[in-house]
C-alpha cells in the first residue's frame, strides 16, 4: 500500500466558532452555499477531522478553509458538514475530538471513497503549561481488556500510525522556526496515547498548552500551513508519502522514555526517517518480578507491556509495508530487570533494535 499524495477535507463549520474576522465572509459563503459535490466512487481521500468544541481544533481548520478551492461538499449522517479541495475532506463536528469514533468508516459508508488517512485538529494539555505544537500516533495500548480508557479508543488497541509524522515534524519546526513561534513554542512528538477508534493511518495535530495558546492565531495559522503544504493542495509536491520502493526505508519504533520522548525526537529530526508509534514509560505497564508471586519455577514479569510492544509493532509495520522497523530504547529510562526483559523479548518477536547511529 502506497500512502495518496493528497486528501480532500470534510468539515460542519459554524461561523459564530471562528475567529478569523476577515476571512468570515469566505467561510459564510462556504456554509451556506446550496451546491453540492458529486462524488466519484472509489476516489481516495485524506480525511481531516475538527470540532467546535475547541479553539486549538476549529481555529487551524477556519485557516485552513480560508485558503481558495474549497467547496461544499456532502453531509455526513446525520449532519456533519464538509468541504472539499482536491483529495482531501474536512469534517467538523461538535463534541468531543476524542469521542467520535470510525469516521473514517462511516464517510466511506456515506460517500464511497476511500479513506487513505486521518489527520485529527485539538488541544494539548500539560502540567507545565508550556506552549507547545505537537504531532503523534495514537492507541491505547497499555491498558488491559475490559479497563475503561478515559481518553477514548479501546485497551490494547493501536491505530496505523501515518507515514506523515516523521516528515511533517521536520516540515512543522521549520515553519515554526520561519514565523518566530519557537523558541516559544515546543515543537516535539508525544507518545502514544488515546482515541478515538480509527482503521486507517492516523496522526495528531496539537496546539498546547493553555486557553491562551490554544486561541493563538499564529499557531493555528502554522497548523494550517502545514497541512496546505503537506498535503499539496498549494500546488507543490506533497511531503510524507511512504514509498518503501525510493529513498531510506528506516522507521523508528521508540520504547521507553517520558511522553516527548527527547531521545527519539533526536532520531526523528534526522531526514529521511520516518516515525511509527512511540511508547513513553507509563505505556508500559511491568511487574516487578521481586514483587509478585509467579507459579514455581516461572520466572514471570507482569503487566501488559508485551501486548503494547507487539500491538506497537505490528501497526508500525502494517503502515510502512516494506520499511525496515527498528525499535530504539530509551536505556537511561528503564531499571535494568525492565531494559532485560524487553529486550529479550524484542529478541523473541524478531523485532530489530538499533542505536541512534543506525538510523543515518
Known sequence: MVLKTSGRNVIRFLHTHIRFQTNASHIKSLI???????????????????????????NPAAALLA???????????????SFTNKQTRLIQHDRSIIKEDDLDLRWEEATGEVVDEVIFLSRHTAVSNRPALTVHPIGVLHLKEGESPPQGGKPGWAALPNPRIGPWLRLLMKMAEARSLVPEFEITLEGTHHGPITSKPTMFLEIGSTEEYWKRQDAAQVMALLMWEGLGLGGGEVVGNWNSETGKRKVLLGIGGGHYAPRHMDIALKDDIWVGHLLSGYSLPMEDPTQTKPNPGENHIGGTWRQSIKAAYEATKAAFPGGEIIAHLDHKSFKGWQKKAITEFLAEESINVGKPNDFT
Open 32 to 58: 451556506n452555499a446550496n451546491s453540492r459535490v458529486t462524488v466519484p466512487n472509489r476516489n481516495m481521500v485524506t480525511l481531516i477531522v475538527a470540532t467546535t468544541a475547541d479553539p486549538a481544533s476549529i
Open 67 to 81: 485558503k481558495p478551492g474549497w467547496t461544499t461538499g456532502p453531509i455526513l449522517p446525520p449532519d456533519i458538514k
